[in-house]
């Protein structure tokens, strides 16, 4: 059995975000003021750890605000839209992680790296778009 889908989803999936950007905080710093060696070599771009752990950071502001709103203006957002909002939140960061182990990962440079990059913005994209115009047509 399916659970239901509810904007609840999103406080679950912020909360997530928010542990991994937490981690990759301590990674940053382990790698960056404690000179362990052996994460530097998992993490040799620790830039793009550290754009991930923003990245991961802005969702979780983003989806948990968008969870207030949503309740506060009693919004019907359809599950499979917060199903694809949720992906995009943990999706969207996550190409920041690839780079910073493997540098070359999803390089934008290859035609592959370009469809991979700009299909990671759908998932958000839909997601942040549908639930912004509900709330601009509640509003308006």
């Known amino acids: 059995m399916v659970p239901e889908i509810t904007p609840e989803w999103l406080l679950i999936t912020a909360a997530i975000a928010m542990l991994i950007s937490l981690v990759e905080a301590w990674l940053a710093t382990l790698i960056i003021y ?37 309740t506060h203006l009693n919004l019907e957002i359809p599950g499979w839209i917060i199903a694809i909002f949720c992906i995009g939140v943990l999706y969207n960061p996550s190409g920041f992680i690839a780079k910073a182990i493997n540098p070359e990962m999803g390089s934008a440079n ?31």
């Not at 752990?53 to 979780?60: N, R």
């Not at 035609?111 to 912004?132: D, E, Q, R």
């Open 34 to 70: 404690g000179k362990v060696e052996f994460l530097r070599k998992i993490f040799p771009a620790t830039h793009n750890l550290i754009r991930s752990h923003v990245d991961f950071t802005i969702m979780t502001a983003l989806a948990g605000v968008l969870y207030l709103i949503i």
């Open 110 to 140: 290859t035609t592959f790296g370009k469809v991979m990059v700009c299909l990671g913005f759908v998932p958000a994209t839909i997601g942040f778009g549908y639930t912004s115009l509900a709330i601009l047509e509640a509003l308006v």
